[in-house]
């Protein structure tokens, strides 16, 4: 079948797929040269990139985003906070609610690591006009918020 027979999710997602894929092995990568356990910088990528997006992460809400009981959760940030990872805040106006940040050294370490991939990356990307780079994010936005949505609202199991 001709590329341009096959559905268009048949086309592009699983291209999505293997990209997320790589992702994850790279996240692996990491997690290994910096003798890291996996969770832990799956944990540190999602403290990052929260603090990224400008909205720090909670404990509970990193427990979430790794899938971890509060308690294994814990003992994970423990770990991170041990090794001089992230510390931790109570920088609100409710100061029971306690936030996640990353310490420099973390992100000189992620800066280190990630440099020459950011570099390639951005290589490839310059090959690309701002009006193709603004569709193909405008895309993956849209399919990000339908797998958000379906995840937050999935089918009936019957």
């Given at each position: 079948?001709?590329?341009?027979?096959?559905?268009?999710?048949?086309?592009?997602?699983?291209?999505?797929?293997?990209?997320?894929?790589?992702g994850?092995?790279?996240?692996?990568?990491?997690?290994?040269?910096?003798?890291?356990?996996?969770?832990?910088?799956?944990?540190m990528?999602?403290?990052?990139?929260?603090?990224?997006?400008?909205?720090?992460?909670?404990?509970?809400?990193?427990?979430?985003?790794?899938?971890?009981?509060?308690?294994?959760?814990?003992?994970?940030?423990?770990?991170?906070?041990?090794?001089?990872?992230?510390?931790?805040?109570?920088?609100?106006?409710?100061?029971?609610?306690?936030?996640?940040?990353?310490?420099?050294?973390?992100?000189?370490?992620?800066?280190?690591?990630?440099?020459?991939?950011?570099?390639r990356?951005?290589?490839?990307?310059?090959?690309?006009?701002?009006?193709?780079?603004?569709?193909?994010?405008?895309?993956?936005?849209?399919?990000?918020?339908?797998?958000?949505?379906?995840?937050?609202?999935?089918?009936?199991?019957?």
């Amino acid at each position: 079948m001709a590329d341009d027979e096959r559905a268009p999710d048949q086309r592009v997602v699983p291209q999505l797929r293997e990209f997320a894929a790589a992702g994850d092995e790279l996240g692996r990568l990491f997690a290994r040269t910096k003798r890291m356990h996996t969770t832990d910088a799956a944990a540190m990528v999602a403290i990052l990139t929260a603090e990224d997006q400008g909205a720090p992460l909670t404990p509970a809400r990193l427990a979430e985003h790794v899938v971890l009981t509060t308690g294994a959760t814990s003992s994970l940030l423990n770990r991170l906070e041990e090794a001089g990872h992230i510390i931790r805040t109570r920088g609100h106006s409710d100061r029971r609610v306690v936030t996640l940040h990353s310490t420099p050294a973390i992100h000189a370490a992620a800066d280190a690591f990630f440099a020459r991939l950011a570099l390639r990356q951005n290589a490839v990307l310059a090959d690309y006009t701002e009006a193709e780079l603004t569709l193909v994010e405008a895309v993956v936005d849209r399919l990000t918020a339908v797998v958000k949505d379906f995840v937050d609202h999935p089918p009936d199991p019957a």
